[in-house]
């Protein structure tokens, strides 16, 4: 069995680093440090396969001495499907932490702050005022709507949903 | 038979997805998943007679690959005692899970998720137990721990994400061990089937052997929580919800024991591993013993005896006669039914007493005389009292030792009697602060047994309802009632233990059932 040199040393180097990061105290740099390490193993489980560059397949002119071993990808495979699963739960972890972190177990109740009570009062002003207006331009027009043939009701409505979008 | 086998996999994982399916029917979820593991128990009592009684071991080419190209399932005694056992305390837990659930309205345990995740727990359990192929055996691994780091951290409170952090970073550090250790493997000898490596691992030097074996055994070390590598367990244990807990501490650190025996007994059986194992065994022991006596909290407290005991089986594994073997597997059933007893039994505590820190508890004696004494059986059990399998197993594994005699073993002998005392100091203390002392004396009440006691870090409180749901007593009370089935029937099972023992010494046996032809 011969390894390429470059993959030993690529996977020694990611090992350093890897094991390197993971010391680190944040979860984020712990989660590269495993996903270095991760990897590196799937590389060592790779240069088990022998010589690299040949394809896995007997036939189609490869015959049993020029092709490498398929288990170790196989391996290698099932290895980066399962620390895939994993990297995805601890990156849930990590979004969870820095949630409880910032804002505490209180981050999962919807609160009513002052400022949505300030808007909700604002709100209330506001359409106390438009309804007020309503009845004033009805009074307005109403003897107005006796003898000419505005529709008085349909331009209130459409008033107020123009303003209500704008806001 | 043999079609059992696949189904002990197939089954949970079937179950897993159907229960996520129906999320929104916690009902069919509930009847789906006790149907599912009470089918898989009598699937693995079925296999547990069968293999027994044929002496044959059941084997499995999966998708009829022949080995060593396809994967093997493989149950002989071992692999069916330790399905069987699993799948009991399983259904157990899981019944005592859905009378807590019912009782609190589901607010501390998401249902929804609770069921699948504890089904695919049990399918990388079953599937790192019944594995003939070491990758397998990984993948199963992984299975049960992606499934516990989700119910570890269920709900995701402040607390849970702490303690999951630790077990999460640990466990993933122990499974690229193990992955590498594979790799090793694979280098070295081109097969990942057992039964082969079983027979090529021979024909590699001694040194080679030794540093496979190694890297192997910190891999599953740290799963078994043993000595230098168990710091993690009594922090991240406690914080998880009572059936989640008592899952953990009966059956997640049995896998890496058992894995332990798989490696020692079958792969690695030239490596001479007694003294190292030994040394292990005793600091285990010690160590874990006292870090229990410090302990205010009973779940902390229970975690420590769980590190502790792991003691007595590497202690078992140590001896490597075959008594010592049959006493280990033995000492292993005991243990995880007795401590998943235990723990389900705090979970009562936890409700009726609204606390597991003995300086809070009091009075439980007159206000839940039925979850008194399945508590004291239990304690009793677990410290080692005769009548009881703690008495039995450990007696077993001192035999076993005096057997083959070497100072170092009676030492251990020591160790073991010391920390079986200890235990039971430790007990004694929750059973006479917790349950004799009354209600009233409780607070300002000093004795010199609560000085030097610490709190757990996180107080939690834990549910506070006073109301015991009558399936949570009746599961508490059937997992208690099977403890002491291991003493009427401790006769039989240390013969059957004995006989599991053999056949996982004699690793002839299990290369002839793989390869009934010869290997390749």
Same mark, same amino acid.
């Given at each position: 069995m011969s390894a390429s040199l470059t993959l030993v040393v690529l996977m020694a180097i990611m090992y350093g680093t890897g094991v390197y990061v993971m010391l680190e105290k944040s979860l984020t740099r712990i989660l590269i440090g495993f996903m270095l390490i991760g990897n590196a193993t799937n590389l060592l489980i790779f240069l088990?396969? /022998?010589?690299? /560059?040949?394809?896995? !397949? !007997? /036939?189609d002119g490869a015959t049993g001495e020029n092709t490498v071993d398929p288990v170790p990808q196989v391996l290698m495979l099932t290895a980066i499907v399962i620390n895939f699963g994993v990297t995805a739960f601890i990156l849930a972890l990590i979004y969870r932490s820095w949630w409880l972190a910032n804002l /505490?177990?209180?981050?999962d109740d919807v609160t009513v702050d002052d400022e949505d009570v300030i808007d909700a009062e604002e709100a209330e002003v506001y359409h106390a005022s438009l309804d007020e207006d309503d009845e004033a331009v009805r009074a307005q027009l109403a003897g107005a709507a006796d003898n000419g043939d505005i529709d008085i009701e349909s331009d209130i409505d459409n008033n107020h949903t123009e303003r209500g979008a704008g806001r | 038979m043999n079609a059992l086998v696949p189904l002990l996999v197939v089954l949970p994982l079937s179950g897993a997805a159907i229960t996520l399916i129906l999320g929104r029917n916690p009902r069919l979820q509930v009847a789906i998943s006790v149907s599912t593991l009470s089918i898989v128990t009598v699937a693995a009592a079925v296999l547990l007679y069968v293999v027994d009684t044929t002496g044959q071991a059941a084997v499995v080419k999966v998708g009829g690959w022949e080995p060593p190209f396809g994967i093997v399932l493989m149950v002989d005694r071992l692999s069916a005692i330790m399905v069987l056992v699993s799948a009991l305390m399983l259904l157990g837990v899981l019944v005592f899970a859905i009378g807590q659930g019912i009782a609190d309205g589901d607010k501390d345990t998401p249902v929804s998720i609770f069921h699948p995740t504890y089904l695919i727990l049990s399918a990388g359990l079953f599937d790192a137990f019944i594995a003939g192929d070491l990758f397998n055996m990984y993948v199963g691994f992984e299975m049960l721990l992606a499934a516990s780091y989700v119910l570890l951290t269920l709900g995701g409170t402040g607390a849970r994400i702490r303690a999951g952090t630790t077990y999460i970073v640990v466990s993933l550090v122990s499974s690229l061990f193990f992955l590498a250790a594979i790799a090793l493997i694979y280098g070295a %000898?081109? %097969?990942?089937t057992m039964a082969l490596l079983s027979e090529r691992i021979q024909a590699l030097p001694l040194d080679v052997q030794i540093i496979l074996c190694a890297a192997l055994l910190i891999g599953f070390a740290v799963k078994a929580a043993v000595f230098p590598l168990s710091f993690w367990l009594p922090d991240s244990y406690p914080t998880a919800p009572a059936p989640v807990t008592a899952v953990f501490a009966g059956l997640l650190t049995k896998v890496g024991v058992y894995a332990i025996i798989r490696t020692d007994k079958l792969l690695f059986f030239a490596v001479p591993l007694t003294i190292p194992l030994m040394i292990v065994a005793f600091f285990t022991l010690i160590i874990g013993i006292f870090g229990a006596l410090t302990q205010a909290d009973v779940k902390r407290l229970l975690s420590f005896t769980l590190v502790s005991h792991i003691g007595y089986m590497i202690f078992g594994i140590a001896i490597g006669s075959e008594l010592g073997t049959g006493a280990t597997i033995y000492y292993i059933v005991h243990h995880i039914m007795v401590q998943t007893a235990l723990f389900v039994s705090v979970g009562l505590i936890e409700r009726v007493g609204r606390s597991t820190s003995i300086t809070h508890l009091g009075g439980l004696l007159k206000k839940a005389p039925f979850v008194a004494v399945l508590f004291f059986i239990g304690a009793l059990n677990l410290g080692g009292i005769p009548p009881f399998s703690g008495f039995l197993g450990k007696v077993g594994l001192f035999e076993a030792g005096a057997q083959s005699p070497s100072p170092l073993v009676y030492v251990l002998i020591g160790a073991g009697a010391l920390t079986s005392l200890l235990t039971l100091y430790a007990l004694m203390r929750i059973w006479n602060m917790a349950?004799?002392?009354? @209600?009233?004396?409780? @607070?300002g009440y000093e004795s010199p047994m609560l000085t030097s006691l610490r709190e757990s870090p996180d107080e939690t409180g834990g549910v506070v309802t006073a109301t015991l749901p009558k399936l949570m007593v009746a599961a508490t009370t059937g997992l208690i009632a099977l403890t002491v089935c291991l003493t009427v029937f401790a006769g039989p099972l240390f013969e059957l233990s004995e006989r599991a023992a053999v056949g996982v010494a004699t690793p002839a046996e299990y290369i002839r059932a793989v390869f009934p032809d010869g290997t390749p």
């Open positions: 088990m396969s /022998g010589r690299a /560059g040949d394809a896995p !397949i !007997i /036939g /505490g177990d209180e981050g | %000898t081109g %097969t990942v349950f004799w002392r009354p @209600a009233r004396d409780v @607070a």
